[in-house]
């Protein structure tokens, strides 16, 4: 059973940066796709970046170079480097698989994952 943990959320002053960690146990993650999903309130849930098991990246429009995502095979771990952070940031963000090693573009198609993180961007 793939088990999906993320950490490093927390309060920011805008224009700050946080690193957000996915740490991926019960199977080889780097056979994997990976993808960060963000939730504010009372909007829907929203790609923020993916990775293939390949490499290949894909990222929300409104990241616009803000963000990179990352992954350490060896840690089993995935990361969200986020800089120039804004208050519309502000969300619950989730870690997430298709348990595929490509990143499908429906949100219904990750099947996995995490408790989520919060971020908070406020001054």
């Known amino acids: 059973q793939v088990h999906l943990v993320e950490s490093g959320g927390g309060l920011v002053q805008p224009g700050g940066s946080l690193r957000l960690s996915c740490r991926v146990s019960g199977t080889v993650s780097h056979l994997l796709a990976m993808a960060w999903y963000r939730q504010a309130p009372g909007k829907e849930r929203e790609l923020v970046a993916s990775?293939?098991?390949?490499?290949?990246?894909d990222y929300g429009n409104f990241v616009k170079g803000r963000f990179t995502i990352s992954r350490d095979n060896a840690e089993n771990t995935v990361y969200l480097q986020m800089n120039s952070l804004k208050p519309e940031d502000t969300a619950v963000y989730y870690c997430?698989?298709?348990?595929?090693?490509?990143?499908?573009?429906?949100?219904?198609?990750?099947?996995?994952w995490g408790q989520g993180t919060q971020v908070t961007v406020s001054s």
């Open positions: 997430a698989t298709p348990l595929g090693s490509s990143c499908p573009i429906r949100r219904a198609d990750y099947v996995s």
């Open positions: 990775i293939s098991s390949g490499g290949p990246t």
